[in-house]
């Protein structure tokens, strides 16, 4: 509860809202934990290849219609998919507090947040928390070994838990992920 620091006025004056200062609570920490940035998963030279295959392919097909910007498009895609699967992600600090979420250098505040929900990502743990900001839209917490129980029960008190429901978009990336699988699932 914020507190409201008043000095005293003289004898038969009032207070004006410049003398009237409201002093939040301090931050507690509720929940603090380290994990990598995203979920990552090592690929294997057959998903190279694929994703190599369907860029030439798609290339060749705009090199007819002469679209030079599309394929430098298609080909920077390429690479930045090379590298988030070669990469590894860093760890990073996330932190729930009694004022908002920090994750990393960011800070978001529960007044920002609508709503939470969790999802299974390549075996990962991921707590996603959508925001009213235009960016980023949802933030995404790979849990590592925290307990999803206990992360729950903090988060609930201050956002519902809902799970939203696919998009239009959403369902035919699934579809799409389903029928072109970019490697296959045999280890």
Excluded: C
Excluded at 143 to 150: E, H, I, R, V
């Amino acid at each position: 509860m914020p507190t409201i620091k008043k000095t005293a006025p003289a004898l038969g004056q009032s207070f004006s809202p410049s003398e009237v200062s409201v002093v939040p609570p301090p931050a507690k920490d509720l929940l603090g934990w380290e994990a990598p940035a995203r979920p990552f998963k090592k690929r294997n030279r057959e998903y190279f290849t694929t994703i190599a295959a369907i860029v030439f392919l798609v290339s060749v097909i705009l090199l007819f219609v002469k679209e030079w910007l599309l394929i430098g498009v298609i080909i920077a895609l390429m690479f930045v998919s090379y590298v988030l699967a070669t990469v590894e992600p860093e760890k990073v600090k996330h932190k729930i507090t009694t004022r908002g979420v920090f994750t990393g250098d960011k800070n978001y505040k529960w007044d920002d947040l609508m709503q939470f929900w969790f999802s299974d990502k390549w075996g990962h743990e991921v707590l996603n928390i959508k925001t009213l900001r235009n960016f980023p839209p949802q933030l995404q917490m790979l849990l590592g070994s925290l307990d999803k129980k206990q992360v729950r029960d903090i988060v609930e008190k201050y956002l519902p838990y809902e799970k939203p429901e696919k998009n239009t978009l959403d369902k035919m990336a699934n579809w799409l992920q389903e029928k072109v699988p970019l490697e296959s699932d045999k280890k």
